[in-house]
């Protein structure tokens, strides 16, 4: 996704094992799918990466310096495509979790409205 006009992910790492069972779909991908991604993302750097006797993942480094790695292990072309997508799409950030589910900045002080009436 573009952060005010700039492409978040500025590197894929597509690793796979060129012997392995599970590498089978993501030896697909880079056949069929991986050439047409790659042109059409020229912002994008994208790296294939040999890794004998482990399980294929795609990993994406951002440029707020983090770094997100999805497995793929026994996928389709497809699927991979997906999120080899998801992945472009993302900005990069952490995922934090809501400690409510109300955010606001000025929280009321008699507390969130609610339908039960307590007496």
């Not at 994008?44 to 399980?55: D, F, P, S, W, Y």
């Not at 983090?66 to 799409?89: D, F, H, S, W």
């Amino acid at each position: 996704m573009a952060l005010r006009g700039v492409w978040q992910l500025k590197k894929l790492v597509v690793s796979y094992c060129d012997w392995g069972g599970s590498s089978r779909g993501i030896r697909a991908f880079m056949e069929s799918h991986l050439p047409a991604f790659s042109e059409g993302n020229p912002q994008l750097e994208v790296v294939t990466e040999l890794i004998r006797g482990q399980h294929p993942h795609l990993k994406g480094y951002f440029k707020n310096k983090n770094e997100r790695v999805i497995c793929v292990k026994n996928m389709t072309p497809e699927e991979i495509l997906q999120y080899a997508t998801g992945l472009r799409n993302a900005l990069g950030r952490k995922v934090v979790k809501l400690k409510t589910r109300h955010v606001t900045k000025h929280p009321s002080v008699q507390g969130t409205w609610t339908t039960d009436l307590k007496f």
